[in-house]
């Protein structure tokens, strides 16, 4: 099931305005040049932000999120760029035959059990063809990100057109090393409405990542930094290869 602050629909409206510019997606689309590909599948797409870019740079893309008031979020926003969206995860689209996939904002981390990771890894993999890529990102276990959540209770209140102020926090509620759980609280000022999300995300080492794209028919290519977030992230270049 997707976390509240995607599948509620006073937390959906209001997530591009809390996540700000995005800063993380050039680097992505810069990827998707690199490799040259036309057919996109972004996994997780959320609110839609990147397979919008994409589909903006003239690639066919399909956007699958399960959680549906985050697609309506993407569907309603104004573009001209032709989009597909799918309601479901990475098992609903086997045989799509895309070039490359991503998951940006750290969606690898959600799958918390070997068991849904590798059911996943799979499903992408079927989604591909034949030598297709597989690009994402996923926290650095040992910078300890949530040691600077639980120092930062990420308050802030902003005015969103339509809406009026809303105040956000973050607490860090357990941290049981792989697994980090943290609780977004919304406030809405208009109403005094109160919606809290709460969150749990695995923390994957390295050869912990990479030897669970071996094991589901996948090739590292590449591991680098995320530009906007030097030193935090490690973003996994990636190229199916037969099973």
């Known amino acids: 099931m997707p976390d509240t ?17 995005r800063g993380d997606l050039p680097a992505y689309l810069g990827i998707a040049e690199e490799l040259d590909v036309y057919h996109v599948l972004d996994i997780g797409c959320g609110t839609g932000s990147l397979a919008i870019l994409l589909a903006e740079c003239g690639r066919a893309v399909v ?7 985050s697609l309506e979020v993407a569907k309603s926003k104004p573009t001209t760029a032709k989009v597909t969206w799918i309601h479901g995860d990475a098992t609903t689209v086997s045989g799509l035959g ?21 059911r996943t ?37 902003l005015d969103i057109p339509g809406i009026g102020p809303v105040e956000q ?31 749990t995300l695995r923390f994957r080492d390295r050869d912990e990542v990479e030897s669970g794209l071996a ?5 590292v290519l590449d591991v680098r930094e995320a530009p906007d977030r030097p030193g935090r992230e490690f973003v996994f270049v990636t190229e199916s290869v037969n099973t």
């Open 121 to 157: 890894l799979r499903a992408i993999h079927s989604a591909l063809r034949p030598s297709g890529h597989l690009v994402f990102e996923t926290r650095r276990p040992e910078r300890r990100a949530w040691e600077e959540w639980a120092a930062d209770p990420a308050h802030l209140t």
């Open 63 to 69: 956007g699958v999120d399960p959680a549906e008031a």
């Open 5 to 21: 602050a995607f599948a509620h629909p006073r937390l959906a409206s209001i997530y591009d305005h809390f996540e700000g510019s």
């Open 169 to 199: 926090r973050r607490m860090v509620t357990d941290v049981r090393l792989p697994y980090v759980s943290f609780r977004y609280t919304y406030r809405f000022l208009a109403d005094d409405a109160v919606v809290t999300s709460d969150s």
């Open 215 to 219: 094991a589901n028919g996948f090739r």
């Open 98 to 118: 895309a070039d490359l996939a991503m998951m940006t904002g750290n969606v690898a981390q959600v799958f918390l059990t070997d068991d849904d990771w590798a």
